[in-house]
C-alpha cells in the first residue's frame, strides 16, 4: 500500500482550501499528500458566496462582487451600501479549475478519482480504502458528509435547500451594483422561505428559491414559484442559461466529537457550515488557518472543537426556526428592522463583541428565544 503523510478525503470546497493552504506554506512542501475525490469536479454544479472586508484566497478568481444590498418583507424594504464589506460570488467550475491547476503543480500532491469505502483509524495511522485501492497514512481529514450516521433529536437538522435559474433578460432590468440579500415578501406557506437575487449584469441575474426546512421538492415546484415571482418582477421575456440545485445542511450537531489526533472532518462533515445561514466557505477559510497552526505546532487534532458563544447562538437560532412554524421570516424582518445591516453582516460572521450582541438579542421577540433556551436548559440538551 502507498503511504502518505496527508489524505485529504473529497475535493470540494473545504479540500480543495486546505490543499490550497498546504501548497502556500513551505513547512509541509516535504509531506506527501493525497486527495480522494470521487466525481470529476469540472461544472459548475453551485455557487460559493460569502461576504469579507478583507483580501483572501478566493479574490483571484471571485466572479462578481457587490457593495450595496437589499432586505425585503411583505411590510418594508431596507436598502443599504455594504461597506466596509463586499459581497462575493465565485462560480464552482472555475474554483475547481484554478485548485486543480494548483495541485497538479505541486510535486507533493496526488489526485485520485475514487469512493472513499472506509477509514479504518487507530492511534499511530489511518488506512483510507477506496475502489482503487487502499492507502495508509498518518492524517486524514475527511470532508464526507454521512448524515443516516447521526441522531439528531438533540441538535435538529434543519435543511436549507434551493433552486435557481440564471436568466438573461432583452432588456437591461437589474441594478448590478446591488443583490437581493433576502426576500421575504413571497408566500411563506407556514415555512420560511424567500428569494435570493443576484445580478451579474443589467440583463442578467440569477433568482433563487430557498427554504430553511421543509421537505425537499420536485423540480417544477421550485421553478413554478420562480415563474411567479419574475411575473411579479415584471419580468416576462427571459431565457435560462444555467440551472442549480443543492441542500445544505443547518446543525449545530458537534461532528467535531470524532475529531482524533489523527482523524479530523472538515466542511459540512465537521460542521463548518454556519448553522444559521448555511454559509461555508468563509468559515472553511478561517478554520483551516487554525489547522495549519496545530499542525505546524504540533498540537493535537482532538483539541479542535469549534465550539464557542456563536456555536450556543446558532442552537437557540436553530432551535427557533424549527419551532417557527412558518412565521421564521419575522426573525430576519425584525433583525432588520431593528439593526444596523452592518452590524448584522458583522455578527453572523462572528466578529461581534458581546455588547453589540445584546443590542442585537433586545431587538427581536425576546420571549421566543428565551422560550428556546428555556427548553434548552430544562432538557439539559445545550
Not at 510535486?107 to 495508509?136: C, H, M, P, W
Amino acid at each position: 500500500m502507498e503511504k502518505y503523510d496527508y489524505i485529504i478525503c473529497g475535493g470540494g470546497a473545504s479540500g480543495l482550501l486546505l490543499a490550497n493552504a498546504f501548497i502556500k506554506d513551505e513547512f509541509f512542501n516535504d509531506k506527501k499528500i493525497l486527495i480522494i475525490e470521487r466525481e470529476s469536479k469540472t461544472l459548475n454544479d453551485k455557487t460559493f458566496s460569502f461576504w469579507d472586508n478583507q483580501s483572501n484566497v478566493l479574490d483571484r478568481i471571485v466572479f462578481k462582487s457587490w457593495e450595496k444590498a437589499e432586505f425585503k418583507d411583505s411590510e418594508f424594504t431596507s436598502s443599504f451600501n455594504l461597506s466596509p464589506y463586499k459581497y462575493k460570488m465565485v462560480r464552482s467550475d472555475r474554483f475547481y479549475s484554478y485548485m486543480r491547476k494548483k495541485i497538479d503543480r505541486a510535486s507533493n500532491f496526488n489526485y485520485l478519482n475514487a469512493n472513499v469505502i472506509d477509514i479504518e483509524k487507530d492511534s499511530n495511522r489511518n488506512n483510507v480504502k477506496t475502489d482503487q485501492g487502499d492507502f495508509l497514512c498518518t492524517i486524514v481529514f475527511s470532508s464526507i458528509y454521512e448524515p443516516k450516521k447521526y441522531d439528531f433529536k438533540k441538535y435538529p437538522l434543519l435543511n436549507q435547500h434551493f433552486l435557481g435559474w440564471t436568466i438573461e433578460t432583452e432588456n437591461d432590468l437589474f441594478d448590478e451594483n446591488k443583490i437581493r440579500f433576502m426576500d421575504f415578501s413571497i408566500e411563506q406557506h407556514e415555512e420560511t422561505r424567500f428569494m435570493y437575487v443576484l445580478p451579474f449584469s443589467k440583463n442578467s441575474a440569477l433568482f433563487e428559491y430557498t427554504f430553511f426546512g421543509g421537505d425537499i421538492m420536485k423540480n417544477s415546484e421550485y421553478e413554478k414559484e420562480i415563474k411567479k415571482y419574475l411575473k411579479n418582477e415584471g419580468i416576462e421575456h427571459f431565457k435560462i442559461v444555467e440551472r442549480e440545485k443543492g441542500v445544505i445542511p443547518m446543525t449545530c450537531y458537534p461532528f467535531f466529537n470524532e475529531n482524533t489526533d489523527h482523524f479530523i472532518k472538515i466542511g459540512t462533515s465537521g460542521g463548518w457550515t454556519k448553522p444559521s445561514t448555511g454559509y461555508t466557505v468563509k468559515n472553511s477559510i478561517e478554520k483551516i488557518d487554525l489547522i495549519i497552526e496545530h499542525l505546524k505546532q504540533d498540537k493535537p487534532l482532538s483539541k479542535i472543537k469549534f465550539k464557542n458563544r456563536f456555536w450556543f447562538y446558532d442552537v437557540l437560532f436553530l432551535d427557533v426556526l424549527v419551532d417557527s412554524r412558518g412565521k421564521g421570516s419575522k426573525v430576519f424582518s425584525d433583525l432588520f428592522r431593528n439593526n444596523d445591516p452592518l452590524l448584522l453582516f458583522k455578527f453572523l460572521g462572528e466578529k461581534t463583541n458581546i455588547f453589540e450582541e445584546i443590542r442585537i438579542f433586545i431587538s427581536v421577540n425576546i420571549i421566543t428565544f428565551v422560550k428556546s433556551l428555556y427548553k434548552r436548559i430544562s432538557n439539559l440538551s445545550i
